[in-house]
């Protein structure tokens, strides 16, 4: 059982910075970082496989970073250039291997985080 422990959410204008971290039991092969906002379904944000691959959804590229500190145990996502629309719950996921290496999408996590709220105000 892997157990993920997120942090650094908060309330910030657009344009704005926000890093997140994710304290994990362990680092797995693959993490990643999922939101939620109200309404709408848990969507991929950016995952890394191994040490080095790492992956975004479109509208993030460029503004988010993901990376992880083996010696800390912790996942973080850098998160420039906010916009209004990257609020939502942010979560932490963890999986020990992947499924046709959909590593964007939640079925392919087994361990989750309990999320951190993220408001970015226009």
């Known amino acids: 059982q892997v157990q993920l422990v997120e942090s650094g959410g908060g309330s910030v204008q657009a344009g704005g910075s926000l890093r997140l971290s994710c304290v994990a039991s362990e680092l797995t092969y693959g993490m990643g970082w999922f939101r939620q906002d109200s309404g709408k379904e848990r969507e991929g944000v950016a995952a890394?496989?191994?040490?080095?691959?790492?992956t975004y959804v479109d509208p993030v590229k460029g503004r988010f970073t993901i990376s992880k500190d083996s010696a800390k145990n912790t996942l973080y996502l850098q998160m420039n250039s906010l916009k209004p629309e990257d609020t939502g719950v942010y979560y932490c996921?963890?999986?020990?291997?992947?499924?046709?290496?959909?590593?964007?999408?939640?079925?392919?996590?087994?361990?989750w985080g309990q999320g951190t709220q993220v408001t970015v105000s226009s």
């Open positions: 996921a963890a999986t020990h291997s992947f499924y046709k290496f959909m590593v964007l999408d939640p079925v392919s996590y087994n361990y």
């Open positions: 890394i496989v191994s040490d080095h691959y790492t």
